[in-house]
């Protein structure tokens, strides 16, 4: 069975930084690619960003500049660095991965990891 596991979370002040983690483990063929969405209170979960396993990356908009999401394909985990941190940036943060598998491709999600910041 396939699982995401997150890390990092936790509250900061404005200005600062954090560095989330996601692990993937199980019987895994291959990850492509893994992504981290967050979702703010009363609001849709949205994009933060996405790498694949050549390391091409996509960022949303608000975090461009601040935020770089990295891999680590060895060990089936994806980062994400987050500078310059803004209250705006509070949200429950998710990984998500499309894991191929011994059976079949699926898409995956990790339980969310808080990040709080604060004025």
């Known amino acids: 069975q396939v699982q995401l596991v997150e890390s990092g979370g936790g509250l900061v002040q404005a200005g600062g930084s954090l560095r989330l983690s996601c692990a993937a483990s199980g019987r895994i063929r291959r990850i492509n690619p893994m992504g981290w969405y967050r979702q703010a209170p009363g609001k849709q979960r949205e994009l933060v960003a996405v790498?694949?396993?050549?390391?091409?990356?996509n960022y949303a908009d608000s975090v461009k500049g601040r935020f770089t999401i990295s891999r680590d394909n060895a060990k089936n985990t994806a980062y994400l660095q987050m500078n310059s941190l803004k209250p705006e940036d509070t949200a429950v943060y998710y990984c998500?991965?499309?894991?191929?598998?011994?059976?079949?491709?699926?898409?995956?999600w990790g339980q969310g990891t808080q990040v709080t910041v604060s004025s």
């Open positions: 998500n991965a499309y894991i191929t598998t011994m059976i079949s491709p699926d898409d995956y």
């Open positions: 790498i694949t396993s050549g390391g091409n990356t």
